[in-house]
């Protein structure tokens, strides 16, 4: 039951799921590192118990397997590009752990504010520019560039001081918000639309003063970074709730 209840919710958040590439590497393990915390204990052992071997009981070592893997499972691409105009092809045949694994990386990626940017230059893909000295393009900078710098400047190069500081700000700075993010007023298991209009309202101002050849530097780091880290802490608190829902549920069935 549980596991049909994963395909049920990956379809919801699929069908949501609008551009190309999100995060990188950085931004899905951190989001689910961030998700990991906050499982209750049945959700973390259903997740163990359903993880490829090779992710060493750790769900954030898969998070961005979707990405690694579009070449080998061509009708996952279409996932990855799906928006709500529909024709979203979906596999019901793939099995529970990958459910999981798309589960975890579209729930990512619906937070990165420039997966919901303007169709017309791809999500800020066609806008090229400097990333301080470095050629770049917007959606780059918004996927990997401003979470590696604020990496190497702010916490020593490490992913997991990262993290730390993003899980410290959940529990104390924004513990009050924490409520609504993980709210769904419209009582479906997920809320992909609301993730998605807060993604597109975040990336209409992410193109301010933005233009082909820009260079971006301090002023638009400085922006960024504290969205982002926001981003990741949302997406990162919203897919435990999934989870925990999910197995809470599985939980249960099984026991009664
Ligand atoms: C669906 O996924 C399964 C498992 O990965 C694969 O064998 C099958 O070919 C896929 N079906 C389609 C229509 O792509
Ligand atoms: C913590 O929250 C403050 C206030 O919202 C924000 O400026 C800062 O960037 C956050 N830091 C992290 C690591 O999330």
């Known amino acids: 039951m549980g596991v049909l209840l994963l395909h049920l919710l990956l379809v919801a958040v699929v069908a949501r799921a609008p551009a190309?590439?999100?995060w990188g590497k950085d931004g899905h393990y951190m989001t689910c590192k961030v998700?990991?915390?906050?499982?209750?204990?049945?959700?973390?052992?259903?997740?163990k118990g359903l993880l490829p071997g090779w992710a060493?009981?750790?769900l954030a070592e898969?998070?961005?397997?979707?990405?690694?893997?579009?070449?080998?499972?061509?009708?996952?691409?279409?996932?990855?590009?799906?928006d709500s105009e529909g024709g979203c092809l979906f596999n019901y045949t793939i099995d529970p752990t990958m459910s999981l694994m798309l589960l975890a990386h579209f729930v990512g990626d619906i937070h990165q504010p420039l997966h919901c940017g303007r169709h017309t230059d791809r999500g800020g893909n066609d806008i090229k520019l400097n990333w301080y000295t470095t050629p770049s393009n917007l959606h780059r900078v918004w996927d990997v560039d401003v979470i590696e710098k604020a990496r190497k400047e702010f916490y020593n190069d490490e992913r997991s001081t990262m993290i730390k500081a993003i899980e410290l700000?959940?529990?104390?700075?924004?513990?009050?918000?924490?409520?609504?993010?993980?709210?769904?007023?419209?009582?479906?298991?997920?809320?992909?639309?609301?993730?998605?209009?807060?993604s597109a309202k975040l990336a209409c101002k992410a193109y301010d003063g933005v233009e082909q050849g820009s260079t971006l530097g301090n002023d638009y780091f400085f922006y960024a970074?504290?969205?982002?880290?926001?981003?990741?802490?949302?997406?990162?608190?919203?897919?435990?709730?999934?989870?925990?829902?999910?197995?809470?549920?599985?939980?249960?069935l099984r026991s009664s």
């Open 62 to 82: 898969t998070c961005s397997w979707a990405d690694d893997h579009r070449s080998e499972f061509p009708w996952s691409i279409e996932l990855h590009f799906a």
């Open 169 to 198: 700000n959940i529990t104390n700075g924004w513990s009050h918000e924490e409520k609504h993010w993980e709210a769904c007023h419209n009582h479906k298991n997920t809320c992909a639309d609301k993730y998605a209009a807060e």
């Open 20 to 22: 190309a590439h999100a």
């Open 225 to 252: 970074l504290p969205v982002i880290q926001k981003r990741i802490a949302q997406g990162g608190v919203r897919l435990a709730a999934i989870l925990n829902k999910i197995f809470s549920c599985y939980g249960r």
């Open 35 to 47: 998700a990991e915390s906050f499982l209750t204990e049945e959700a973390s052992t259903a997740v």
């Open 56 to 58: 060493g009981g750790d």
